[in-house]
T-cell receptor, first 111, second 113 residues
Framework: DAKTTQPNSMESNEEEPVHLPCNHS???????IHWYRQLPSQGPEYVIH???SNVNNRMASLAIAEDRKSSTLILHRATLRDAAVYYCILRDRNAGNMLTFGGGTRLMVKP | DTAVSQTPKYLVTQMGNDKSIKCEQNLGHDTMYWYKQDSKKFLKIMFS???????INETVPNRFSPKSPDKAHLNLHINSLELGDSAVYFC????????????FGPGTRLTVT
């Protein structure tokens, strides 16, 4: 899987939007962009995924750059429960189901 | 109802022992996985398994073996435990048609002394 680069940590205030960036300059045309998060002492949790177009779901929005070399996960109103490590993952749709996690971004939410 | 469950939650054992971790999913999924999260918090895929195919991450020692008695279960057997096997092990499942969305269990913290 192609490599992703994320900031080690970010801080946000409660009830404000959060933009979590991810760089994936070596992305290939068959790579999907996935986001998972891991709350403290829990297993990872699926957040969202996309290929080329921006995506929205009940948890977040995913904005994908036109050249697909970067993407941004957007939490519209951060809550204390959103404090977690957020992982940006590339998965080649032709290479099976296994996910390769990187270091992720630790999001801290201040009340 | 718990979607993906693992037992035990904690496992403390000595070097050289053989141990198993059980995983069950009640989501009707056809694919299950094992991941290892080490002390530096990096998550690494170990296995992907459905009733047709076992895919093994080539970095996994052959002391680790997944065993699936049925579609709802994928147990992890570890022989001759080593100190470096200490980690949190996560089981996950998905439908092969929607494999982008994997459901993870709560994890099993294995400590080898």
């Amino acid at each position: 899987d192609a490599k992703t680069t994320q900031p080690n940590s970010m801080e946000s205030n409660e009830e404000e939007p959060v933009h979590l960036p991810c760089n994936h300059s070596t992305i290939s045309g068959t790579d999907y962009i996935h986001w998972y998060r891991q709350l403290p002492s829990q297993g990872p949790e699926y957040v969202i995924h996309g290929l080329t177009s921006n995506v929205n779901n009940r948890m977040a929005s995913l904005a994908i750059a036109e050249d697909r070399k970067s993407s941004t996960l957007i939490l519209h109103r951060a809550t204390l429960r959103d404090a977690a490590v957020y992982y940006c993952i590339l998965r080649d749709r032709n290479a099976g189901n296994m996910l390769t996690f990187g270091g992720g971004t630790r999001l801290m939410v201040k009340p | 109802d718990t979607a993906v469950s693992q037992t035990p939650k904690y496992l403390v054992t000595q070097m050289g022992n053989d141990k198993s971790i059980k995983c069950e999913q009640n989501l009707g999924h056809d694919t299950m996985y094992w991941y290892k999260q080490d002390s530096k918090k990096f998550l690494k895929i170990m296995f992907s398994y459905n009733n047709k195919e076992l895919i093994i991450n080539e970095t996994v020692p052959n002391r680790f073996s997944p065993k699936s008695p049925d579609k709802a279960h994928l147990n992890l057997h570890i022989n001759s435990l080593e100190l470096g096997d200490s980690a949190v092990y996560f089981c996950a499942s998905s439908q092969v048609s929607t494999s982008y969305e994997q459901y993870f269990g709560p994890g099993t913290r294995l400590t080898v002394t």
